[in-house]
C-alpha cells in the first residue's frame, strides 16, 4: 500500500532554515510529480511546491518563491523541501502527496509539524 513518511519539521526562529523529507513506499515514485502541501492553523491545505517526475521541473506557491527549493531523489524514494528564511506565516503542517489525479493523489502522509518563532 502508499505510504508516505514525512520528517524534518520542528520549532525554527525567523530567519532560519529547515529540511523536510518524504519516504515514499508501495508505488513507483519515479513515474510521478510529488508536491509538498501546508496547513495552518485555523486554514485550508494549500500547495507549497510540485516537482515533476523527472526532477527538472518545478513550481512554487508565490508566498514561498525564492526561499524554499524542492527536490527528489528517485532512488531513495525521497522528497524534500529545502526552507530558507522562513517567516511565521510558514507555521503549520506539511504534507506531501503524489501524482496530479487520479487514485495516487488521494494519499498524504501524516505530516510534520513546522513551527517558526521566536
Known amino acids: 500500500q502508499v505510504q508516505l513518511v514525512e520528517s524534518g519539521g520542528g520549532l525554527v526562529e525567523p530567519g532560519g532554515s529547515l529540511r523536510l523529507s518524504c519516504v515514499a513506499s508501495?508505488?513507483?515514485?519515479?513515474?510521478?510529480?510529488m508536491a509538498w502541501y501546508r496547513q495552518a492553523p485555523g486554514k485550508e491545505r494549500e500547495l507549497v511546491a510540485r516537482?515533476?517526475?523527472?526532477?527538472?521541473?518545478?513550481n512554487f506557491a508565490d508566498s514561498v518563491k525564492g526561499r524554499f527549493m524542492i527536490s527528489r531523489d528517485n532512488s531513495k524514494s525521497t522528497l524534500y523541501l529545502q526552507m530558507n528564511n522562513v517567516k511565521l506565516e510558514d507555521t503549520g503542517i506539511y504534507y506531501c502527496?503524489?501524482?496530479?489525479?487520479?487514485?495516487?493523489?488521494?494519499?498524504w502522509g501524516q505530516g510534520t509539524q513546522v513551527t517558526v518563532s521566536s
Open positions: 508501495g508505488f513507483d515514485f519515479s513515474s510521478y510529480a
Open positions: 502527496r503524489p501524482g496530479l489525479r487520479g487514485p495516487i493523489h488521494d494519499h
Open positions: 516537482i515533476f517526475s523527472e526532477g527538472t521541473l518545478s
